[in-house]
Structure formats: C-alpha cells, structure tokens
C-alpha cells in the first residue's frame, strides 16, 4: 500500500545529480582513506593482538549498528520520495518525526542489550578480552539510530552534500579522538585490552558530532521548505507499518551478513585455537586479516555504495509515476557507473596486493596480508553488481528479495568458510573465499528474481565487460612498468607513479574505445541530480 498517490513526473527526474553521486563517493573514499591512515598507528600502538581485541569488538558491533541503519535511510528515502513524487511535503515532515521517535527508540534499546551482554558475546566469539572495547562503542548505537533517519531524509532531497560532510566529520572524529586516547592509553602503560577500549571511544564521538552536524542541516532545510499545506491526517500507525515494510526486511538481510562475520570470526578463532595457537595468537592472525585485507575490500565496497545512494530516489520516483522508460535508463546508468568504478580497484587489488599493503603496513605483516587481499578482491564485482541489483528490486517494491538472495548467500559462506577454515590446510585463507562465494550466490539469486518479476534482465555483461577489459590492459601495462624501474627508483614512490600511470591508461582508454564519453557522462548526471 502506497502511502502517496501517484504522479506522472517524466522528464523533470533526468536533469543531474552528478555532483552529489561525487560528493558521497568523494567522502566514502576519505572516510575509508581516514581508516586507514587511522589503523597505520594503531595498529602499532596496539598490535596484532590489541588489533584482533579492536576488530572482534567492531565485528560485533557491525551487527548491531546494522539493525539500527542498514533499512532507516532507505526506507524514509523511499517513502519521503514517493511523498516528493506526489508533492506532499506535508507527508515529508511526518514521515521524519514518526521515523524518528521510532529508531531513537530502537537504538536505545540495542545500547542497553549490548552493553548488558558485552562480556557474554566476548567469551562466546573467543576473544573474551574484548568485552572493554564492546561497553565503550555501545554508546555510539543512539546516534547512529537517529543519523540513519536524516541521512535518508536528505538523501531523497538529494542534498548528499550534507551527507557526504556528516560522514566525514564522523571520520575525522574517529581518528583524531581515537589515536589520541590511544597515545594517552599507552604512555600510562595501560592493558591493551584497556587502550583498545579508550581507543574506540573515538566511534562513539565522532558519531555524535556527525548526528549534530546533521541535525543542523535537516532543520535548515525544514525551516527553508515553504509549503502552504496543512500536516496530513493520515494515521501515524499508516506510516509507521509502511516504515517497518520496508525497512525489517532490508535490515534483516544486512544483519544476515552480518551475523555471518560474526561465525566467521568464531570459527576462525576456535579453528586455529583447536589445532595449537593461544587465544593471543588466532587474535593476531584475525587482527591481520581484519587490518589488512577486510579495509581494503571495505574501501572498494564504500566507493560504489553512493551509487546505489544517489540512485535510489531516482528509481523510486520512476516506479512511483510508472515511468517504465525512465526506469530502465536509470537502471542501465548505475550498472555503467559502477562498472566503470569497480574494474580499476579489483584488478589493482589483484595485481598490486602486495606493493598496496607495503604502503600502508609494516613488512612482517604484508605476506600473509597480500594473499588474503588477492583471494577477498574479486568479490567486488560480484559485491557491486549485488548493490545494483537490490536497489533496483526495492526502488519497485521488492523488498524482501534481497532478503532472500542474502540468506542463500550467508548459507554458501557459513559452508564453505566452515569447510575450507576447519577441514583444510588453508586456514584463514578460507575467510576471503567464503566471502567470495557469498556475494556469488546471493547476485545469483537477485537476478533471478529480477528476471522473473519484471520480465527483463540487467545487462550485465554488456556493460561490465569493457571496463574491465580495460582495466587489465591498463594495469598490466602499468604492473610491467613497475617491474622494469624496480631496481632504479624507491619502492614507495614507484607504486604510488604505477597507480597514477594505471588509473591514467584506465581513463585514457576508456574514452578512446567510447566507454566514457561527454555524452556518457550527460547521461549519468541526467540521473544523479534533481
């Protein structure tokens, strides 16, 4: 049941949000950036030890921040789209008050559980000294309940500016207040489990600053919203189910994934525990993965996700006025931009793993770093094509589909990081797969639904095909000139003039066989700006 009527809105949809799909992928890449320049230090403050105590924690934590954010913004994105498509600002408003009033609610809640449960969770996922660190981010799951609301609020106004800024505040705040406990912790000589503690602090505090900064900006662009409409009668209770329609299913296929990292890091621990490492040292080798190769394969994720973002009101509005057209345009223009987007970073991930991870990392922690990040990065593809694809089924009122392929999809992870961690001599070698077979079924599944409901299918192959066949020829070029000058200019410096000569040949070649062109590029921002 809609909550709007429906509006004819044709043409006016396609003129440009170009800059605003920027803008979030310009912060998702300094957000990302910002955890890695933050996890530089403290992984040497800490450790792999104190990082295995740091990252358990976060893998915990991930799944209740997820219960309170993976299905908010979108959901008060759609339904306050649906109202814009229908000229209701009226709606706008009380959609955002009753969304709200009902996540604070929530986020309170879940505080409450993880706290209470902190040292339970941390004996049963194998790191028990981790409990310190899960009672100081617990905190951070209010402001992040209500951020989730006004993110989506002004995601469907496409004022992703504000988002983008909200988001790197919250960054920015997490490294600075972070790495600054951090340093107080171990000049007094305190426990590593107890720095890990101050040092995730950091989270909680740099999540409320990026709520307040949001809050400014939500009331802002009420306060400028003129309307001569009285607040809509309807139920509050109309509202509210039309909230949870939407966003339990999305919320339950994240958390899924989620609870999914949660068994993998318990078999990994108890895994390598039962065949002769101490607790101290399955935690190192967790913390490797998690530092190393997870962030990287995360950074790649995080880029492409504000595609997804952007396009999701736009696709929204066209399912809402049934403009069918105008829907499949914008369709085939989020596959081109995440395929032009994703090839560059699998391929690189791929053949630069190591010479990457040696930028950033110490050198004793890079070998078992570099397979780890080789075997976890094709898996972007398939992560990205997912993100597409679930957009798309829930923009036209699919939402529980991506439920489904994600449930199919933590199934294949649980069995094979089961089989390969515990059965096999691979070990954690067995974690980036069966992230890599989760992505694989659960892409699977979506476009199967996506077939069988709309009667089409997404060209995929079409258009993933070119950009990375580019992206191999361009890096390869650029991986042979690496090699050549190996021996004549620093090791640094030379990965950092491979990437720049890669992404250069990735561009040029890219606008030499067509794949992006001005006119390209006017067709995308035709879908990313109102």
Known sequence: MQIVGKKKVGGELLSGLLGGTLSLTVSSLVVKLLGLIYKIPLASILGDEGMGYFNSAYTVYAFFYLLCTAGVPKAVMILVSEAKAAGR???????????????????AILTAVFIIFSA????????????????????????????????????????????AVSQVIEGAGKLAIGLLFAMVG???????????????????????????????????????????????????????????????????????MSMTNIIDLGLIMRSLTEVGYAESEASALYG???????????????????????????????????????????????????????APM?????VFAKEILGLLFPSSEVKLGASLLVLIAPAIPFSSLLLVTNTALEAQGRVKSPLVSMIFGSIAKVIVSLVL?????????????????????????????YGIRFKRSLPIIKTYLPPYLVAIAAIMLARAVYDWL?????????????????????????????????????????????
């Open 186 to 256: 171990k000049g007094m000589n305190m426990p590593l489990e107890i720095i890990s503690a101050m040092t995730i602090l950091g989270v909680t505090l740099g999540a409320g600053l990026g709520l307040l900064y949001l809050f400014i900006c939500s009331k802002i662009k009420i306060k400028n919203e003129k309307t001569g409409q009285k607040e809509s009668k309807q139920a509050n209770r109309e509202i509210i189910k039309r909230i949870l329609f939407i966003s339990v299913p999305i919320t339950v296929s994240a958390a899924i």
């Open 89 to 107: 600002a009226d709606i706008e408003r009380k959609i955002v008050r009753i969304a709200s009033i009902l996540f604070l609610s929530l986020g």
């Open 346 to 350: 699998t391929v690189g991930m791929v």
């Open 421 to 449: 961690i515990t059965k096999t001599d691979l070990g954690i070698l067995g974690a980036p797969i069966g992230t890599f077979a989760t992505y694989t079924i659960s892409l699977l599944i979506s476009l199967i639904i």
């Open 486 to 530: 190996y021996f004549l200019i620093d090791g640094r410096a030379l990965i950092l003039i491979s990437i720049a000569l890669a992404a250069l040949i990735y561009l040029g070649l890219l606008t030499f066989f067509g794949i992006l062109s001005l006119k390209k590029m006017g067709e995308l921002a035709k879908y990313t700006k109102t």
């Open 288 to 342: 490797n993965y998690t530092t190393l190769a997870v962030p990287m394969f995360n950074l790649a994720v995080s880029i492409i996700t504000p595609v997804s973002v952007a396009y999701l009101p736009i696709l929204t509005r066209c399912a809402a006025s049934g403009d069918t057209e105008g829907l499949i345009r914008a369709e085939r223009s989020s596959l081109d931009f995440t395929a032009i987007l994703s």
């Open 120 to 163: 339970p969770l941390a004996v049963v996922i194998g790191n028990s000294r981790s409990a310190y660190t899960m009672l100081a981010i617990a905190p951070s799951i209010i402001f992040i309940s209500l951020a989730g609301v006004i993110r989506g609020y002004l995601s469907a106004n496409m004022l992703l500016l504000d988002v």
